[in-house]
Protein backbone atom coordinates (compact mmCIF):
# COMPACT_ATOMS: atom_id res chain seq x y z
CA UNK A 1 0.00 0.00 0.00
CA UNK A 2 2.87 2.53 0.42
CA UNK A 3 3.63 3.39 -3.03
CA UNK A 4 -0.06 4.17 -4.10
CA UNK A 5 -0.68 5.91 -1.42
CA UNK A 6 3.13 8.16 -0.91
CA UNK A 7 1.81 8.82 -5.05
CA UNK A 8 -0.94 10.06 -4.56
CA UNK A 9 0.03 12.13 -2.01
CA UNK A 10 2.72 13.77 -3.80
CA UNK A 11 0.61 14.23 -6.58
CA UNK A 12 -1.63 16.07 -4.80
CA UNK A 13 0.76 18.01 -3.11
CA UNK A 14 2.70 19.10 -6.16
CA UNK A 15 -0.92 20.40 -7.80
CA UNK A 16 -1.68 22.56 -5.01
CA UNK A 17 2.10 24.14 -4.39
CA UNK A 18 2.13 24.63 -8.31
CA UNK A 19 -1.40 26.35 -8.59
CA UNK A 20 -0.73 28.39 -5.24
CA UNK A 21 3.01 29.37 -5.41
CA UNK A 22 4.36 28.33 -9.07
CA UNK A 23 6.64 25.47 -7.68
CA UNK A 24 7.53 23.09 -9.98
CA UNK A 25 5.96 19.85 -9.49
CA UNK A 26 9.06 17.69 -9.46
CA UNK A 27 9.99 19.50 -6.39
CA UNK A 28 6.78 18.30 -4.46
CA UNK A 29 7.48 15.22 -6.02
CA UNK A 30 11.45 15.02 -4.24
CA UNK A 31 10.06 16.65 -1.11
CA UNK A 32 7.02 13.81 -0.54
CA UNK A 33 10.00 11.04 -1.64
CA UNK A 34 12.21 12.36 1.22
CA UNK A 35 9.81 12.33 3.40
CA UNK A 36 8.82 8.89 3.08
CA UNK A 37 12.66 8.12 3.21
CA UNK A 38 12.65 9.59 6.45
CA UNK A 39 9.79 7.67 7.97
CA UNK A 40 11.14 4.50 6.61
CA UNK A 41 7.76 3.17 5.30
CA UNK A 42 8.22 -0.20 4.77
CA UNK A 43 7.56 -1.65 1.00
CA UNK A 44 8.85 1.56 -0.25
CA UNK A 45 11.94 0.81 -2.24
CA UNK A 46 13.90 -2.58 -1.64
CA UNK A 47 10.74 -4.97 -0.57
CA UNK A 48 9.38 -3.81 -3.97
CA UNK A 49 11.35 -5.74 -7.04
CA UNK A 50 11.66 -3.98 -10.32
CA UNK A 51 11.49 -0.72 -9.32
CA UNK A 52 14.92 0.10 -10.09
CA UNK A 53 14.18 -0.82 -13.89
CA UNK A 54 10.64 1.33 -13.73
CA UNK A 55 12.66 4.28 -12.67
CA UNK A 56 15.74 3.93 -15.31
CA UNK A 57 12.54 3.21 -18.07
CA UNK A 58 10.72 6.65 -17.02
CA UNK A 59 14.19 8.60 -17.22
CA UNK A 60 15.00 7.28 -20.76
CA UNK A 61 12.20 8.08 -22.03
CA UNK A 62 12.56 11.96 -20.29
CA UNK A 63 16.20 11.02 -21.90
CA UNK A 64 14.77 10.16 -25.44
CA UNK A 65 12.65 13.59 -25.52
CA UNK A 66 15.87 15.62 -24.65
CA UNK A 67 17.62 13.24 -27.44
CA UNK A 68 15.53 14.27 -29.73
CA UNK A 69 15.22 18.63 -29.22
CA UNK A 70 19.07 18.31 -29.94
CA UNK A 71 19.61 19.66 -33.23
CA UNK A 72 23.42 18.78 -34.87
CA UNK A 73 23.46 21.14 -37.81
CA UNK A 74 23.32 23.74 -34.71
CA UNK A 75 26.50 22.37 -33.79
CA UNK A 76 28.19 23.25 -37.17
CA UNK A 77 26.64 26.02 -37.58
CA UNK A 78 28.00 27.53 -34.03
CA UNK A 79 30.26 24.98 -32.88
CA UNK A 80 31.32 27.30 -29.94
CA UNK A 81 28.27 25.85 -28.02
CA UNK A 82 29.82 22.72 -29.04
CA UNK A 83 32.97 23.75 -27.53
CA UNK A 84 31.74 25.53 -24.34
CA UNK A 85 29.56 22.70 -23.62
CA UNK A 86 32.60 20.32 -23.70
CA UNK A 87 35.23 23.02 -21.96
CA UNK A 88 32.72 23.38 -18.92
CA UNK A 89 32.11 19.72 -18.39
CA UNK A 90 35.96 18.98 -18.56
CA UNK A 91 36.41 22.63 -16.29
CA UNK A 92 33.28 21.41 -13.90
CA UNK A 93 35.61 17.90 -13.65
CA UNK A 94 38.68 19.43 -12.95
CA UNK A 95 37.06 21.89 -10.35
CA UNK A 96 34.85 19.38 -8.40
CA UNK A 97 37.68 16.84 -7.66
CA UNK A 98 40.10 19.84 -6.81
CA UNK A 99 37.48 20.98 -4.02
CA UNK A 100 36.34 17.41 -2.80
CA UNK A 101 40.36 16.94 -1.87
CA UNK A 102 39.80 19.56 1.04
CA UNK A 103 37.80 17.11 2.87
CA UNK A 104 40.27 14.28 2.93
CA UNK A 105 38.36 11.93 0.35
CA UNK A 106 40.15 8.77 -1.19
CA UNK A 107 41.36 9.34 -4.80
CA UNK A 108 38.96 7.14 -6.50
CA UNK A 109 35.67 8.61 -4.78
CA UNK A 110 37.18 12.11 -5.84
CA UNK A 111 37.14 11.34 -9.27
CA UNK A 112 33.59 9.32 -9.14
CA UNK A 113 31.72 12.62 -7.20
CA UNK A 114 34.07 14.74 -9.90
CA UNK A 115 32.11 12.63 -12.86
CA UNK A 116 28.45 12.89 -11.91
CA UNK A 117 28.76 16.75 -10.91
CA UNK A 118 29.49 16.89 -14.65
CA UNK A 119 25.92 15.99 -15.46
CA UNK A 120 22.95 17.95 -15.58
CA UNK A 121 19.46 16.57 -14.94
CA UNK A 122 17.47 15.84 -18.00
CA UNK A 123 14.80 14.45 -15.75
CA UNK A 124 14.34 18.00 -14.02
CA UNK A 125 15.58 20.48 -16.80
CA UNK A 126 12.92 18.52 -19.45
CA UNK A 127 9.74 18.60 -16.98
CA UNK A 128 9.99 22.40 -16.20
CA UNK A 129 10.72 23.22 -19.82
CA UNK A 130 7.69 21.33 -20.55
CA UNK A 131 5.48 22.70 -17.38
CA UNK A 132 6.36 26.38 -18.87
CA UNK A 133 5.77 25.34 -22.22
CA UNK A 134 10.13 27.05 -22.59
CA UNK A 135 11.03 27.72 -26.14
CA UNK A 136 13.95 30.18 -27.08
CA UNK A 137 17.70 30.68 -27.00
CA UNK A 138 18.57 30.02 -23.60
CA UNK A 139 16.03 27.29 -23.58
CA UNK A 140 17.69 25.39 -26.88
CA UNK A 141 20.88 26.25 -25.02
CA UNK A 142 20.62 24.70 -22.11
CA UNK A 143 19.22 21.46 -23.76
CA UNK A 144 22.04 21.06 -25.86
CA UNK A 145 24.42 21.87 -22.83
CA UNK A 146 22.41 19.21 -20.35
CA UNK A 147 23.00 16.84 -23.80
CA UNK A 148 26.85 17.17 -23.53
CA UNK A 149 27.21 16.92 -19.92
CA UNK A 150 24.91 13.84 -19.81
CA UNK A 151 26.93 11.87 -22.27
CA UNK A 152 30.86 13.07 -21.15
CA UNK A 153 29.33 12.19 -17.15
CA UNK A 154 28.68 9.29 -18.43
CA UNK A 155 31.79 8.62 -20.64
CA UNK A 156 33.42 9.70 -17.36
CA UNK A 157 32.14 7.34 -15.08
CA UNK A 158 32.28 4.57 -17.67
CA UNK A 159 36.24 4.63 -17.64
CA UNK A 160 36.73 5.05 -14.34
CA UNK A 161 34.53 1.91 -14.05
CA UNK A 162 37.18 0.46 -16.52
CA UNK A 163 40.12 1.80 -14.59
CA UNK A 164 38.74 0.35 -11.39
CA UNK A 165 38.29 -2.59 -12.50
CA UNK A 166 41.59 -3.02 -14.03
CA UNK A 167 43.59 -2.23 -11.13
CA UNK A 168 40.95 -4.57 -8.82
CA UNK A 169 41.48 -7.66 -11.00
CA UNK A 170 43.95 -6.87 -13.40
CA UNK A 171 41.99 -8.38 -16.22
CA UNK A 172 42.46 -5.63 -19.50
CA UNK A 173 39.47 -7.45 -21.42
CA UNK A 174 36.88 -7.70 -18.69
CA UNK A 175 38.24 -4.44 -17.87
CA UNK A 176 37.50 -3.28 -21.59
CA UNK A 177 34.64 -5.15 -21.43
CA UNK A 178 32.78 -3.02 -18.71
CA UNK A 179 33.49 0.24 -20.19
CA UNK A 180 33.84 1.21 -23.49
CA UNK A 181 31.83 -2.21 -24.85
CA UNK A 182 29.50 -1.11 -22.82
CA UNK A 183 29.79 2.65 -24.18
CA UNK A 184 30.06 1.83 -27.87
CA UNK A 185 27.43 -0.52 -27.70
CA UNK A 186 24.93 1.16 -25.81
CA UNK A 187 25.76 4.36 -28.64
CA UNK A 188 25.21 1.27 -31.51
CA UNK A 189 22.45 0.06 -30.03
CA UNK A 190 20.47 3.60 -29.21
CA UNK A 191 21.58 4.92 -32.91
CA UNK A 192 19.81 1.30 -34.41
CA UNK A 193 16.83 1.76 -33.23
CA UNK A 194 16.96 5.34 -34.03
CA UNK A 195 17.43 4.14 -37.38
CA UNK A 196 15.17 1.30 -37.81
CA UNK A 197 11.88 3.09 -35.63
CA UNK A 198 11.62 6.08 -38.67
CA UNK A 199 11.60 3.92 -41.00
CA UNK A 200 9.04 1.45 -39.39
CA UNK A 201 7.08 4.55 -38.95
CA UNK A 202 7.22 5.98 -43.12
CA UNK A 203 4.07 3.41 -43.07
CA UNK A 204 0.79 6.10 -44.53
CA UNK A 205 -1.80 6.34 -42.12
CA UNK A 206 0.44 6.02 -39.18
CA UNK A 207 -1.34 8.54 -36.70
CA UNK A 208 -0.14 10.33 -33.59
CA UNK A 209 -0.82 8.12 -31.17
CA UNK A 210 0.80 5.45 -32.80
CA UNK A 211 3.82 6.94 -32.96
CA UNK A 212 4.29 8.01 -29.32
CA UNK A 213 3.13 4.59 -28.78
CA UNK A 214 6.27 3.36 -31.17
CA UNK A 215 8.35 5.25 -29.59
CA UNK A 216 7.62 3.97 -26.02
CA UNK A 217 7.62 0.41 -26.91
CA UNK A 218 11.34 1.36 -28.06
CA UNK A 219 12.68 2.52 -24.98
CA UNK A 220 11.41 0.09 -23.01
CA UNK A 221 13.08 -2.26 -25.47
CA UNK A 222 16.24 -0.33 -25.17
CA UNK A 223 16.18 -0.23 -21.66
CA UNK A 224 15.14 -4.17 -21.25
CA UNK A 225 17.89 -4.81 -23.65
CA UNK A 226 20.62 -2.61 -21.93
CA UNK A 227 19.26 -4.40 -18.51
CA UNK A 228 20.00 -7.92 -19.97
CA UNK A 229 23.27 -6.76 -21.73
CA UNK A 230 24.69 -4.88 -18.84
CA UNK A 231 24.74 -1.87 -21.17
CA UNK A 232 23.85 1.83 -20.32
CA UNK A 233 20.11 2.46 -20.85
CA UNK A 234 20.34 6.08 -20.23
CA UNK A 235 23.21 6.40 -22.92
CA UNK A 236 21.52 4.70 -25.20
CA UNK A 237 17.92 6.49 -25.07
CA UNK A 238 19.71 9.68 -25.66
CA UNK A 239 21.44 8.50 -28.32
CA UNK A 240 17.95 6.84 -30.10
CA UNK A 241 16.14 10.20 -29.71
CA UNK A 242 19.43 12.44 -30.99
CA UNK A 243 19.44 9.80 -34.20
CA UNK A 244 15.70 9.95 -34.70
CA UNK A 245 15.50 13.62 -34.79
CA UNK A 246 17.83 13.42 -37.70
CA UNK A 247 15.70 11.22 -39.65
CA UNK A 248 13.29 13.94 -39.31
CA UNK A 249 10.40 11.96 -37.51
CA UNK A 250 7.64 14.66 -36.04
CA UNK A 251 6.87 15.29 -32.55
CA UNK A 252 3.68 17.02 -32.13
CA UNK A 253 3.54 19.22 -28.51
CA UNK A 254 0.61 16.59 -27.84
CA UNK A 255 2.81 13.51 -27.77
CA UNK A 256 5.70 15.47 -25.34
CA UNK A 257 5.79 13.53 -22.62
CA UNK A 258 4.05 10.29 -23.41
CA UNK A 259 1.02 12.05 -22.53
CA UNK A 260 -0.22 10.49 -18.73
CA UNK A 261 1.40 7.46 -18.79
CA UNK A 262 4.77 9.93 -18.89
CA UNK A 263 3.37 12.23 -16.30
CA UNK A 264 3.00 8.77 -14.02
CA UNK A 265 6.06 7.40 -14.85
CA UNK A 266 7.63 11.00 -13.93
CA UNK A 267 6.00 11.35 -10.79
CA UNK A 268 6.95 7.79 -9.32
CA UNK A 269 10.78 8.57 -10.81
CA UNK A 270 11.21 11.67 -8.52
CA UNK A 271 9.07 10.16 -5.88
CA UNK A 272 11.79 7.27 -6.09
CA UNK A 273 15.26 8.92 -6.36
CA UNK A 274 14.45 11.06 -3.50
CA UNK A 275 13.86 7.83 -1.58
CA UNK A 276 16.71 6.37 -1.98
CA UNK A 277 18.52 8.72 -0.22
CA UNK A 278 19.63 8.03 3.32
CA UNK A 279 19.08 10.69 5.91
CA UNK A 280 21.88 9.81 8.36
CA UNK A 281 23.97 10.51 5.07
CA UNK A 282 22.15 13.68 3.97
CA UNK A 283 23.12 15.37 7.57
CA UNK A 284 26.57 14.15 7.32
CA UNK A 285 27.32 15.30 3.83
CA UNK A 286 25.60 18.66 3.99
CA UNK A 287 28.89 20.93 3.99
CA UNK A 288 30.33 18.77 1.67
CA UNK A 289 27.61 19.29 -0.92
CA UNK A 290 27.02 23.16 -0.39
CA UNK A 291 31.03 23.36 -1.24
CA UNK A 292 30.79 21.30 -3.81
CA UNK A 293 27.49 22.89 -5.35
CA UNK A 294 29.27 26.23 -5.09
CA UNK A 295 31.78 25.13 -7.02
CA UNK A 296 29.55 23.33 -9.98
CA UNK A 297 27.61 26.36 -10.17
CA UNK A 298 30.65 28.75 -10.03
CA UNK A 299 31.78 26.93 -13.33
CA UNK A 300 28.95 26.50 -15.19
CA UNK A 301 27.74 29.81 -15.07
CA UNK A 302 31.04 31.23 -15.33
CA UNK A 303 32.12 29.36 -18.37
CA UNK A 304 28.52 29.96 -20.01
CA UNK A 305 28.93 33.80 -19.42
CA UNK A 306 32.32 34.23 -20.46
CA UNK A 307 31.34 32.18 -23.80
CA UNK A 308 27.87 34.09 -24.14
CA UNK A 309 29.51 36.58 -26.71
CA UNK A 310 31.38 34.17 -28.99
CA UNK A 311 28.19 31.66 -29.35
CA UNK A 312 26.55 34.65 -30.41
CA UNK A 313 24.31 35.10 -27.42
CA UNK A 314 24.79 38.05 -24.48
CA UNK A 315 25.95 38.02 -21.04
CA UNK A 316 22.55 38.17 -18.95
CA UNK A 317 21.37 35.03 -21.14
CA UNK A 318 24.57 33.23 -20.71
CA UNK A 319 23.86 33.69 -16.51
CA UNK A 320 20.19 32.06 -17.14
CA UNK A 321 21.53 29.09 -19.14
CA UNK A 322 24.16 28.56 -16.36
CA UNK A 323 21.71 28.80 -13.11
CA UNK A 324 19.43 26.78 -15.51
CA UNK A 325 21.50 24.10 -16.16
CA UNK A 326 22.05 23.22 -11.55
CA UNK A 327 19.81 20.13 -11.54
CA UNK A 328 21.29 17.63 -11.58
CA UNK A 329 20.02 14.32 -9.19
CA UNK A 330 18.26 12.13 -10.47
CA UNK A 331 20.43 11.33 -13.79
CA UNK A 332 23.55 11.23 -11.18
CA UNK A 333 22.05 8.64 -8.54
CA UNK A 334 20.44 6.57 -11.23
CA UNK A 335 23.93 6.16 -12.83
CA UNK A 336 25.57 5.55 -9.99
CA UNK A 337 23.08 2.90 -8.79
CA UNK A 338 23.23 1.08 -11.94
CA UNK A 339 27.26 1.30 -11.35
CA UNK A 340 26.39 -0.45 -8.13
CA UNK A 341 24.67 -2.86 -9.62
CA UNK A 342 27.12 -3.68 -12.26
CA UNK A 343 29.59 -4.53 -9.15
CA UNK A 344 30.87 -0.94 -9.04
CA UNK A 345 31.60 -1.54 -5.57
CA UNK A 346 32.66 2.36 -4.43
CA UNK A 347 29.84 3.35 -5.64
CA UNK A 348 27.57 2.99 -2.69
CA UNK A 349 29.92 5.30 -0.92
CA UNK A 350 30.05 7.47 -3.46
CA UNK A 351 25.99 8.08 -3.37
CA UNK A 352 26.31 8.65 0.30
CA UNK A 353 29.03 11.08 0.47
CA UNK A 354 26.68 13.14 -2.24
CA UNK A 355 23.60 12.90 -0.59
CA UNK A 356 23.36 15.92 1.00
CA UNK A 357 24.65 17.61 -2.64
CA UNK A 358 21.43 15.45 -3.99
CA UNK A 359 18.97 16.71 -1.69
CA UNK A 360 19.42 20.00 -2.52
CA UNK A 361 20.17 19.83 -5.95
CA UNK A 362 16.69 17.94 -6.32
CA UNK A 363 14.58 20.01 -4.22
CA UNK A 364 16.42 23.45 -5.51
CA UNK A 365 17.70 22.91 -8.50
CA UNK A 366 14.44 22.97 -10.54
CA UNK A 367 13.39 25.57 -9.10
CA UNK A 368 16.64 27.97 -10.02
CA UNK A 369 15.59 26.19 -13.61
CA UNK A 370 11.90 27.48 -13.73
CA UNK A 371 12.90 30.82 -12.64
CA UNK A 372 15.63 31.15 -15.20
CA UNK A 373 13.53 30.44 -17.94
CA UNK A 374 11.28 32.61 -16.40
CA UNK A 375 13.28 35.50 -16.14
CA UNK A 376 14.64 34.43 -19.80
CA UNK A 377 11.34 35.32 -21.04
CA UNK A 378 10.85 32.14 -23.05
CA UNK A 379 8.20 30.80 -21.18
CA UNK A 380 3.98 30.83 -21.87
CA UNK A 381 2.15 29.27 -19.19
CA UNK A 382 -2.09 29.16 -19.83
CA UNK A 383 -4.30 28.21 -16.73
CA UNK A 384 -6.55 25.55 -17.00
CA UNK A 385 -10.83 26.28 -17.29
CA UNK A 386 -10.45 29.13 -19.85
CA UNK A 387 -8.54 31.57 -16.81
CA UNK A 388 -6.63 33.94 -17.41
CA UNK A 389 -3.77 33.51 -19.55
CA UNK A 390 0.07 34.52 -18.08
CA UNK A 391 2.37 35.01 -21.05
CA UNK A 392 6.65 35.73 -20.27
CA UNK A 393 7.57 36.39 -23.70
Known amino acids: MAWPLVLLLAWALGERLHSGWQVPRVSSYVAVGLLASLFNLPGLTAEVPGLPFLANVALALLLFELGYRINLRWFRHNPWVLALGLFESVL ?22 AALSISASPAGIVRVANELRSAGQVTERVMHLCAINCLVSVLALKLLVGYWTLSTSGDLLVAAFGSVHALLTSVAMGGALGVAIPWLLRRPGTHERGVTVVFALAVVLLTTMSYGFRLSPLLAALVFGIVARERRVHLTNAQRGFGTAGDLLTLFLFVYIASLLDW ?6 LLLGLTLIAVRTATKVGCSVAA ?32 RVYGFAPAAEALSLMAGMML ?6 PVVSQRSLMAAHETHVTQADGQITRSVL
Do not use: C, N
Not at 92 to 113: E, K, M, N, P, Q
Not at 280 to 285: C, D, E, F, K, L
Open 92 to 113: TFALVYIASGWFDLATDLRLII
Open 280 to 285: GSVMGS
Open 308 to 339: ARLSGSTERKGLLTGLALMPMSAFAILLIEQS
Open 360 to 365: LQELLG
